[in-house]
């Protein structure tokens, strides 16, 4: 295991299809993050996940997204009724978070280019 | 709200040379990370250095130092050395310590290119 990865790494759609992104996170780690980053910007929290537990997300996270994070491993973000709006840079990233400690260095994964045309 | 901005989209240097890149953030908060991360075109982000705010020394990896200023909320980045594989764009990133927390604050970014 050699880091964080995701897939797809490209992904076009239509306009009002549904897609879904995975990410991998580095195998020891516990703690898993989504953001979105959008042209000349800086990446964007979006959500994040203890084990199978989802601790807090941003308002930028609309009814039309669901992360999900089942057995504590992988997690999927799924975007529903997708909307040119939702064209972005996906990228997950994993830490590792002893009991109350704050967790450490976030490691990122390559991201998922998401265009929506 | 916290905030991080970064004031200098672009920043060249040449080869073997030293540039520093700026970091000014907004926050309340008496206890926090600041961290530099740096994206390589087409490629992930990987940490660059970090920052704890308790602590007075400034944080040093190898060509890479910081000038953490509590005081003034600045955490600029110094690059020694300059070489072709420093060009890529660097995100300044606040975090607070707070236990019910968990996210990234970031700047817009500074491309730095690095000219032979």
């Known amino acids: 295991d050699t880091g964080v990865s995701q897939n797809p790494r490209h992904k076009i759609t239509k306009r009002g299809q549904n897609v879904t992104f995975r990410c991998d996170p580095i195998?020891?780690?516990?703690?898993l993050y989504w953001y979105r980053q959008t042209l000349g910007q800086g990446p964007e929290f979006l959500t994040y996940?203890?084990?199978?537990?989802?601790?807090?997300k941003s308002r930028l996270l609309s009814d039309r997204f669901s992360a999900e994070r089942p057995k504590g491993s992988f997690s999927t973000l799924e975007i529903q009724r997708t909307e040119q709006g939702d064209s972005a840079m996906y990228l997950c990233a994993s830490s590792l978070a002893f009991g109350n400690r704050v967790a450490d260095t976030q490691y990122f994964g390559p991201g998922t280019r998401l265009t929506v045309l | 709200a916290q905030t991080v901005t970064q004031s200098q989209p672009e920043m060249s240097v040449q080869e073997a040379e030293t540039v520093t890149l700026s970091c000014t953030y907004d926050t309340s908060e008496s206890d926090y990370y600041l961290f530099w991360y740096k994206q390589p075109p087409s490629r992930q982000m990987i940490l660059v250095i970090r920052?704890?705010?308790?602590?007075?020394q400034n944080a040093t990896e190898n060509r890479f130092s910081v000038n953490f200023q509590k005081a003034a909320k600045s955490f600029s980045l110094k690059i020694s050395d300059s070489q072709l594989g420093d060009a890529a764009m660097y995100f300044c990133?606040?975090?607070?310590?707070?236990?019910?927390?968990?996210?990234?604050?970031f700047g817009t970014g500074t491309r730095l290119q690095v000219f032979p």
């Open positions: 996940f203890q084990n199978e537990a989802q601790l807090e």
């Open positions: 990133a606040y975090r607070p310590r707070a236990l019910n927390t968990d996210k990234l604050i």
């Open positions: 195998s020891e780690h516990n703690r």
């Open positions: 920052q704890e705010a308790y602590k007075q």
